[in-house]
């Protein structure tokens, strides 16, 4: 299990513009979001030993912060011709199967995970109502097999302090993942191999 880790997008960057197809080739764009107080974007794949680590938990906080007014997308922008368990058909099939209650859209260009400077998966990025970013990182201390529990912790501190109105800690830590899978040729300068 190769680790990569996030890239740590400087805060208060607008959030990257975006508008991607689900499964079912519905698309979704920022605007639908426009009135959530907090904005969560994560890049997420179903393969990644590290994303079915925290896929139930990231369904959990979904549900739990959806309630709260926070609107939650999961992007995959992995190479599916070599990765095909990423493919869209299946990412319907793992978005029913864990519960998500966003929108895991699909971004085959893989244009979108480039203007989020996104590394692995996975990778998120929290948005305050201006939609600067608050918050890069990871979403808590646990790893696949390091023992510690699945919380969200990290995650959910950050989305309370901003529906709280308070400043998001700027002690954060990078999210720890599979590299995003880019098509030959296409990977960003930022990215190293």
Not at 56 to 78: C, H, M, P, W
Not at 79 to 105: N, Q
Not at 167 to 185: E, L
Request: with cysteine; charged share 25%; aromatic share 10%.
């Amino acid at each position: 299990m190769a680790a990569t880790e996030s890239t740590m997008m400087e805060l208060g960057t607008p959030a990257p513009h975006f508008n991607l197809p689900d499964p079912n080739g519905t698309d979704h764009s920022m605007a639908e979001f426009a009135d959530a107080p907090v904005f969560v974007v994560m890049f997420i794949c179903n393969h990644c030993p590290f994303v079915k680590h925290l896929a139930d938990g990231l369904a959990e906080f979904a549900r739990e912060y959806q309630k709260k007014g926070v609107a939650t997308v999961a992007i995959s922008s992995n190479d599916v011709e070599k990765y095909p368990d990423d493919a869209p058909a299946k990412m319907a099939i793992e978005a029913a199967a864990r519960g998500y209650v966003f929108p895991y859209l699909f971004d085959e260009s893989q244009e979108v995970a480039k203007a989020y400077k996104a590394s692995c998966t996975p990778d998120f990025f929290i948005f305050d109502r201006e939609r600067r970013l608050a918050y890069r990182g990871q979403f808590d201390d646990s790893r696949p097999n390091n023992d510690i529990a699945v919380t969200g912790r990290d995650l959910r501190r950050a989305c309370d302090a901003l529906l709280n109105g308070e400043p998001v800690s700027d002690n954060q830590k990078p999210s720890i993942g599979c590299n995003i899978k880019w098509k030959p040729g296409n990977e960003p300068e930022y990215f190293n191999t």
